[in-house]
């Protein structure tokens, strides 16, 4: 079972660039398909992004495609996700979240562990 810990959020001015990590623990992170998703307080999760398990290939939401970019390092057991030229309207929780079933994964539904997410705050 791996443990999954954000960080790297913050507040930055609309236009600003953030990148997130998750950090993996306790279990073997090569092996886990990975993926970034955001929540505003009252509304659903929203998938971002996610990436093979060998890095070899991605997929992204419309709403970051070509801002955001997920990358992960599995000699150092982290992913990240490299976010740019941010929008008021990105501001949210950001979590990662992993999957040791298949290779890939994208959509919200069928990651079995979670981190507890970290805060992004884009001001105008």
């Known amino acids: 079972q791996v443990r999954l810990v954000e960080s790297g959020g913050g507040l930055v001015q609309a236009g600003g660039s953030l990148r997130l990590s998750c950090a993996a623990s306790?279990?073997?992170?090569?092996?886990?398909?990975m993926g970034w998703f955001r929540q505003v307080q009252g509304k659903n999760r929203e998938f971002l992004a996610a990436?093979?398990?060998?890095?070899?290939?991605?997929f992204y939401a419309d709403s970051v495609k070509g801002r955001f970019t997920i990358s992960r390092d599995n000699a150092k057991n982290t992913m990240y996700l490299q976010m740019n030229s941010l929008k008021p309207e990105d501001t949210a929780i950001y979590y990662c979240?992993?999957?040791?079933?298949?290779?890939?994964?994208?959509?919200?539904?069928?990651?079995?562990?979670w981190g507890q997410g970290t805060q992004v705050t884009v001001s105008s």
């Open positions: 979240a992993g999957d040791p079933t298949v290779g890939i994964r994208a959509g919200v539904t069928g990651y079995d562990y």
């Open positions: 306790g279990s073997t992170f090569s092996t886990y398909a």
């Open positions: 990436i093979h398990r060998n890095g070899a290939s991605t």
